[in-house]
């Protein structure tokens, strides 16, 4: 059975850091592909960040470059996701999601097969 646990969420302000990490069990994170997806009140799912284990290729969306970066522990299955000059627009629940097949974008969040349940990031000004 496939698990992935959020943690490192948090209230912080504007300018601040926060670093997400992902545990996973019943699936290596070396097996293909990790994404850091958030998700606000009223707002759809977006991607944030995501990183092709194998080759450690990884993906940015244009909001956070610059200022997130993701990243992994292979000897720990972790995943996490280091935020630094955090933006009230940046307040969300973030998630953690791993993909096994091959295909699709890393974008997309149907293209995902397993999630984390989420950690909330809020950021006030």
């Known amino acids: 059975q496939v698990q992935l646990v959020e943690s490192g969420g948090g209230s912080v302000q504007a300018g601040g850091s926060l670093r997400l990490s992902c545990a996973a069990s019943?699936?290596?994170?070396?097996?293909?592909?990790m994404a850091w997806f958030r998700q606000a009140p009223g707002k759809e799912r977006e991607p944030v960040s995501t990183?092709?284990?194998?080759?450690?290729?990884?993906y940015y969306a244009d909001s956070v470059q610059g200022r997130f970066t993701i990243s992994q522990d292979n000897a720990k299955n972790t995943l996490y996701l280091q935020m630094n000059s955090l933006k009230p627009e940046d307040t969300a629940m973030y998630y953690c999601?791993?993909?096994?097949?091959?295909?699709?974008?890393?974008?997309?969040?149907?293209?995902?097969?397993?999630w984390g349940q989420g950690t909330q990031v809020t950021v006030s000004s």
């Open positions: 990183i092709y284990t194998s080759s450690g290729t990884s």
């Open positions: 999601a791993a993909r096994y097949t091959y295909g699709g974008s890393w974008y997309t969040a149907a293209d995902f097969n397993y």
């Open positions: 019943g699936y290596t994170i070396k097996s293909y592909c």
